[in-house]
Every structure is written in C-alpha cells, then in structure tokens.
C-alpha cells in the first residue's frame, strides 16, 4: 500500500471542497462572466483527475498551472467586474476567498507534484526541492575509468562441443 497516496487523497479532496463551495456560493449572483466559470470548472475537473490518477504527475501539473493561472483571471474578474449590476456582497466575498484559497492551494499542488516524480526546480523556483535539480558539472571530456569490484561468480562462457555456436573469448 502506498502511503502517498494515503496521505494525497484526502488533501486533494479537500483542496476540492475548499474551492468548490466558494466557487457556487460567488456564482450566485450574475456579475461574473462566463470565463469565471469555465477556468474554475477546468480547475475543478484537474483536482478530480488528480484524485483518481495517483501517480500522475501531468494531473498534478495541469492543475497547478491552472490554478496559478486562475490568480491572476480572478484578479482580472474582481477589477473589471466588481460593482456591477447584480453584484452582491456575498458573492464577491466568496470570489476573494476562492482567491486567497489559490495561493495555499498552489503550494500544496507543487509539494505533490515533486511527490509524484516531477521537479518544479527545472521550473525555476529556487530553494523549493532541496537537493533536487542539477548537480555539479562533470566534464565529459576527461576520461574516467570504471572499475569493477571482483566477483565470485563465474562469468566465463562454458564450451559447447555439440552444438555450432563458437566459445565467447574474452
């Protein structure tokens, strides 16, 4: 049994949650386009796909990119569309909590996608994998040697007289 993937559903699910019901509750009223919906619904859809694939990394990362991405559309939906017609208070305070929730959540999903054998350093985050990332520079063109710890088994081809397949020399 895997232990990650002990740990990884109930946080996925309630990542899930978390962003679900302030996603309802701020499509309540009709001041938010439809791109709102269709981004938030996409993100919704990446975080199902990552609870039934559990050790994929391209669920993991799909919905990573969409939630960040989504930082900055929610943004953009609040500036533009804030104190509209049919805007109401609850429904905008559940729109900034769906989007303080995207932060936090970013982190998390990155956390994951490191667990599921992807590497966010080769994304340009520093400090975030330690120990993960590139090593140190190994020239190729100097020539090193290989050694070969001796063995006790015998590693010599046996001779077959009856047959017609020469003996391997070494």
């Not at 919906?37 to 990394?57: A, K, M």
């Not at 804030?82 to 936090?104: E, K």
């Not at 956390?111 to 190729?140: K, T």
Request: proline share 6%.
């Amino acid at each position: 049994m895997d232990l990650r993937a002990i740990t990884q559903g109930p946080t996925l699910k309630i990542i899930f949650f978390a962003h679900l019901v302030p996603f309802v509750w701020g499509t309540q009223s009709y001041w938010l386009p439809t791109s709102y919906t269709s981004y938030n619904i996409f993100f919704l859809l990446c975080v199902l796909w990552c609870i039934h694939s559990r050790e994929s990394e391209e669920a993991v990362f799909m919905a990573t990119m969409t939630n960040l991405l989504a930082i900055l559309l929610d943004a953009i939906t609040i500036g533009v569309y804030y104190g509209t017609s049919g805007s109401t208070g609850f429904s905008i305070f559940m729109v900034i909590v769906n989007l303080l929730l995207r932060p936090i959540t970013s982190l998390i999903l990155l956390r994951f996608y490191n667990e599921r054998a992807g590497r966010y350093s080769n994304y340009g985050i520093p400090g975030f994998a330690p120990g993960s990332g590139r090593g140190s520079y190994e020239d190729l063109d100097t020539s090193h040697r290989q050694t070969v710890p001796p063995s006790a088994v015998d590693t010599t081809s046996p001779i077959h007289e009856d047959t017609n397949i020469p003996p391997y020399n070494q």
